[in-house]
Structure formats: structure tokens, C-alpha cells
């Protein structure tokens, strides 16, 4: 008898157990059905939502930012030579066409949410950008329009960091750096005359910006 008693406790604990592993997908989680695992699922869902929110907004904001640099190099390509001295190449280049190249791959990039490459292009544009303003200050000449893009490529960085890729932002940095200093070729002097080579469109355009410039 107290061998079938304990057959009988053990049955019933099997059934129990088994029972119960049923009702529910891990342990310690809730049943279905449960009005806490109902909420957790829907606050799951609304924090889902709201990341996916967040993250276009950011996309937008990328494209629309970039949008404006290329503006501002296509502006500077047009006035440079009545607006600013400076001057710059890498590899035979003039930088306002590298900008605007850098730009397009942050707009494709975006579009195709590769963060981590992208996080990679902004921070070593953070890195270019820390030595031409080096290079104004060190000559005492500023450029409005290269503040801007940096300025935009600053706030791109700002927007796109994150902490778990400090490591790789600081690399990417001090790579680009590294590199721009030993390529970088830059200049005071205009390479043309404006009054001769800017036709009347464009001059009548560049001197109603300078005040807005100035």
C-alpha cells in the first residue's frame, strides 16, 4: 500500500508539472492569457513602433542635412572665388567635390540603414573636419561655407553616436586624420580671378549673399 500511495504522489506530480509547462512558454514567465504578459506584449509592441519611429526620423534627418552641405558646396563652387581664399585638393581633387561625393555615400547609406558603416564615414569627416579648421585658424582665415559643413557634419556625428561604437568612431577618426594630413594640399591664394571668370548671374549672386555671410 505505501508503495502505491507514493506511485499515486509521484503520478500526480508528473501530471502536474506537465500540466502546467503547458500552460505557460518559460519559467517564470506568465500565462497566456495573463493580463501582465497581455501588457508586457503591448508595451513590447509600442516601444517596437516607437524605435522604428525614431529611427526614420533619423534617416530624414541624415538625407535632409546632407541635402544642405551639398547645397552649401554647390553655392561655394559658384562664389569661391569671390567669397574665399582658401583652397584645397587631396589627390589632385578640389574639396568641394570630395564633399559633395562624401555626402552622396551619407545619403545612400542612410537610405540603406548600414549604421555602422555610416557611424565610420561621419566620424572621419569628424576627423577632416578638426584639421581644416586647425588649418583656418593656424592661417587666421575662415571660410563661412566650410564652417557650415562642418557644423552639419558635426550634428551628423551627434545625431548617429553611440557609445557601444566609441572605439570605432575614435579609430575612424584618428585614421582620417592621419591620413588627410599627409594627402591634404590647401592654399590662400584664389586660384582665378573672379571679375574675369564669374559671369553677371553668378557675380550679382555671390555679392546679395555676402551679407548674409558676413
Avoid at 36 to 62: D, F
Wanted: with cysteine; charged share 15%.
Amino acid at each position: 500500500m505505501l508503495l502505491l500511495s507514493r506511485a499515486a504522489v509521484c503520478a500526480k506530480n508528473i501530471f502536474l508539472h506537465h500540466d502546467t509547462s503547458r500552460r505557460t512558454t518559460k519559467i517564470g514567465e506568465p500565462v497566456m492569457g495573463d493580463p501582465t504578459e497581455m501588457n508586457l506584449l503591448q508595451e513590447r509592441s509600442v516601444a517596437r513602433q516607437a524605435s522604428v519611429r525614431a529611427r526614420h526620423r533619423k534617416t530624414i534627418m541624415n538625407i535632409t542635412l546632407a541635402c544642405i552641405a551639398v547645397a552649401l558646396e554647390i553655392y561655394y563652387s559658384i562664389c569661391a572665388g569671390a567669397c574665399s581664399y582658401l583652397k584645397g585638393t587631396i589627390f589632385g581633387i578640389d574639396l568641394q567635390y570630395v564633399g559633395i561625393a562624401y555626402m552622396a555615400c551619407i545619403i545612400l547609406l542612410s537610405v540603406l540603414k548600414r549604421d555602422t558603416l555610416l557611424i565610420m564615414l561621419i566620424s572621419a569627416g569628424v576627423g577632416i573636419e578638426f584639421y581644416l579648421i586647425g588649418f583656418q585658424v593656424w592661417h587666421d582665415t575662415y571660410c563661412p561655407y566650410c564652417l557650415a559643413f562642418a557644423a552639419i557634419v558635426f550634428i551628423l556625428f551627434a545625431m548617429n553616436f553611440k557609445r557601444n561604437r566609441t572605439t570605432l568612431c575614435v579609430l575612424s577618426m584618428v585614421a582620417a586624420l592621419i591620413f588627410f594630413s599627409i594627402f591634404f594640399k590647401g592654399s590662400l591664394e584664389p586660384t582665378y580671378s573672379y571679375t574675369l571668370q564669374t559671369n553677371p548671374t553668378e557675380r550679382s549672386l555671390c555679392e546679395s549673399a555676402e551679407p548674409l555671410t558676413a
